[in-house]
T-cell receptor, first 111, second 115 residues
Framework: LAKTTQPISMDSYEGQEVNITCSHN???????ITWYQQFPSQGPRFIIQ???TKVTNEVASLFIPADRKSSTLSLPRVSLSDTAVYYC????????????FGTGTRLKVLA | GAGVSQTPSNKVTEKGKYVELRCDPI?????LYWYRQSLGQGPEFLIY????????DSGLPNDRFFAVRPEGSVSTLKIQRTERGDSAVYLC?????????????FGPGTRLTVL
């Protein structure tokens, strides 16, 4: 399973766009890139998943360059409630769906 | 509909005791996962069920840990002879893989404290 590397922490202010980049140099052909969000005392929650180029949903966008060795989660106009830990995961869609979580990026949104 | 539920929410036990942690997945989800999360760390994979069978138990740390899912829905994680190092939040997730899309839905976790 491909290992991921992402910043340990980030600070932002309310209303700003936040971009969290994750590197996954050993990503395999069958791997998808998935991002989860976790608030204290809760289980992780799915945010977005993609394979290549750009994916957008109601909460975030995911940008994946052609070589797929990195990806960027973009959160538009963050609010205080977006303060959480964000995990970048790489998993094989055709296999066991086992995910390896790293330590994640601790995002703190300031007023 | 109802999400993944886990019971108990908190469990305090003494070193050497046996504990059982229960997970009720989302109805109809065939895949079920157990993870363990220590403070400040990401969830650590323990075991994955597809239906009633354990498809991947490579994350179980040792033979004191065992999990079952006899009817393909509810799962129980069993820990024998608990040790202080077993203290963590135990998370359960379920999913219904369809095609290339796999969203795992997590429960709130069971916080296990071994004294």
């Amino acid at each position: 399973l491909a290992k991921t590397t992402q910043p340990i922490s980030m600070d932002s202010y309310e209303g700003q766009e936040v971009n969290i980049t994750c590197s996954h140099n050993n990503i395999a052909t069958n791997d998808y890139i998935t991002w989860y969000q976790q608030f204290p005392s809760q289980g992780p929650r799915f945010i977005i998943q993609g394979y290549k180029t750009k994916v957008t949903n109601e909460v975030a966008s995911l940008f994946i360059p052609a070589d797929r060795k990195s990806s960027t989660l973009s959160l538009p106009r963050v609010s205080l409630s977006d303060t959480a830990v964000y995990y970048c995961l790489v998993g094989d869609s055709s296999g066991t769906y086992k995910y390896i979580f790293g330590t994640g990026t601790r995002l703190k949104v300031l007023a | 509909g109802a999400g993944v539920s886990q019971t108990p929410s908190n469990k305090v036990t003494e070193k050497g005791k046996y504990v059982e942690l229960r997970c009720d997945p989302i109805s109809g989800h065939t895949a079920l996962y157990w993870y363990r999360q220590s403070l400040g760390q990401g969830p650590e994979f323990l075991i994955y069920f597809q239906g009633t069978g354990a498809a991947d138990d490579s994350g179980l740390p040792n033979d004191r840990f065992f999990a079952v899912r006899p009817e393909g829905s509810v799962s129980t994680l069993k820990i024998q002879r608990t040790e202080r190092g077993d203290s963590a939040v135990y998370l359960c997730a379920s999913s219904s893989p369809r095609g290339s899309y796999n969203e795992q839905f997590f429960g709130p976790g069971t916080r296990l404290t071994v004294l």
